[in-house]
């Protein structure tokens, strides 16, 4: 679908939404009032009516703030549009579909710090908004600032509607549990680290409704404290408590709750690869691996791709980011994909990762086994990694650098079958990445230092 467009623009939208500083262009008051109108005037151009919304936010200061400024811009631009109050990424992507909104708004910052905010933005089969609908919002907005077009920084009252927030995020829990109806948590210890997010109000009650054991940890935001040495980016507290409790299991989000890592009964990391091992596992199991394919990132340990291959099951990797696993498990037809990160998509569910549903389908694999977490987890061994940072002048192609190019070509040959080479440059510094896998650490640690010194001598 093309769009109108007035002006050429300064890019907003980045691999994930609109990221920056709160009260900082483009999440000042001025812009952000902006973006909801151009949301709404281009949502109509393409649905030929009035378009309706819904946001939701996480816990972050800033977050009301902008979602009442969206609200203020696309009710000025006379879309209807609703909160669902503070709830998660992947709430908001159901939330749209489910009531027949035609497109979703999260205010969220994921697992940033709180000084941080964004704005994403979800069509009702899931997806994230098209380039076409952003490169248009940019070039709207850069029209309007440039014939300073603006609108009032303070947003009108009466375009913020909350009535139904409570309904919405009751709906989302639901929607969830029924999926699990047979599903008998008794009897099992579960420690959840919410990261003071979006997940605090809403993750420790679901697994409560299965009849878990549920210690809550990090559930009381204060606007400052989201992701603040908790959560998936910091789980030593969840580890220490897990041992102390004897809790079967650990469980912890991101700020807008849309990923999950994992300790096991013994406080040891289930990360992305993991759970991606577990829960393909699960789905050949009940053969519902029809393609007998994971789709995985570049970051994904080598462990995982020959444990999956141990089972006849193949793994495509893909450039990092939630956006292109989720095309190529389009692409190929596939039934899971996912990160290291925790970031799990199953397409058959939803397009949006979901941490909360991720952690039922964990649990209930496991449970089904009657195995513990650790037990869920054997076959998969992960290989030894090592990364290394190389300062550079400018980002030239490796493969056009003749010693890097030899040098690479040695390592690779020297791990063929037993571990891997991962070469790039880094998306935001002049910094070329050396990452290796292998079996020895000590062998890898110096394959990296012999590349590292080439690069450097080449190019940095």
């Known amino acids: 679908m093309n769009y109108p467009t007035n002006a050429t623009s300064e890019r907003l939208f980045g691999t994930d939404g609109i990221r920056g500083r709160s009260n900082e262009f483009p999440l000042d008051p001025t812009t952000i009032a902006l973006i909801g109108g151009s949301l709404a005037r281009n949502l109509a151009y393409r649905i030929g009516r009035v378009p309706r919304v819904i946001t939701g936010r996480d816990t972050r200061e800033s977050g009301e703030a902008i979602e009442r400024g969206l609200h203020f811009g696309l009710s000025a631009a006379d879309a209807e549009c609703e909160s669902a109050g503070v709830i998660t990424t992947p709430g908001i ?46 070039s709207e907005i850069a029209e309007r ?25 009751i709906s989302y829990l639901t929607s969830i549990e029924s999926r699990f109806s047979k599903l008998d948590l008794g009897g099992k210890k579960i ?8 997940a605090s109000g809403l993750a420790p009650a679901l697994f409560a409704r299965f009849g878990a054991d549920v210690a809550a940890l990090h559930v009381s935001p204060d606007g400052r404290n989201i992701n603040r040495d908790c959560g998936s980016l910091h789980i030593d507290n969840l580890r220490k408590h897990v041992i102390e409790t004897g809790a079967d299991i650990g469980i912890a989000f991101d700020g807008d709750a849309d990923r999950s890592l994992f300790v096991d009964e013994n406080g040891e990391l289930v990360d992305g690869d993991a759970t991606l091992w577990v829960l393909a596992n699960y789905l050949a199991d009940h053969g519902k691996l029809v393609n007998k394919t994971v789709v ?16 006849g099951i193949s793994m495509i990797r893909v450039s990092v980011g939630d956006k292109f696993v989720l095309d190529e498990l389009i692409r190929s037809g596939s039934e ?25 389908l964990l649990l209930k694999a496991i449970d089904e086994r009657g195995t513990s977490v650790s037990e869920a987890v054997n076959g998969f061994v992960r290989y030894p990694q090592i990364l290394v940072n190389v300062p550079v002048r400018d980002k030239q192609p490796f493969d056009e650098v003749e010693e890097i190019f030899n040098a690479s070509n040695e390592i690779e040959k020297e791990l063929e079958g037993k571990g891997r080479l991962l070469l790039r440059y880094s998306g935001t510094e002049k910094l070329a990445r050396v990452m290796i896998e292998g079996v020895d650490q000590s ?15 080449a190019i940095g």
């Open 93 to 138: 992507a159901f939330l749209t579909k489910e009531f027949g909104f035609d497109a979703g708004i999260v205010v969220s910052a994921s697992h940033n710090p709180y000084q941080d905010n964004g704005i994403k933005i979800f069509f009702p089969t899931g997806k994230k908004a098209d380039d076409d609908l952003e490169r248009a919002i940019e």
């Open 145 to 169: 600032l440039k014939h300073e077009i603006k609108t009032p920084d303070s947003p009108d009252p009466s375009s913020w509607h909350t009535e139904r927030a409570e309904d919405f995020q």
């Open 191 to 198: 420690v959840v680290d919410c990261a003071n997010g979006a």
């Open 296 to 311: 995985a990132t570049v970051m994904s340990n080598i462990g995982l791709e020959l444990a999956l291959r141990s089972r």
């Open 336 to 360: 899971i994909g996912g990160e290291q990160s925790g970031h799990i998509i199953f397409p058959e569910i939803s397009l949006v990762g979901d941490g909360m549903m991720t952690a039922m």
């Open 443 to 457: 062998a890898i640690e110096e394959q990296a230092k012999r590349l590292a010194a080439v690069i450097a001598k």
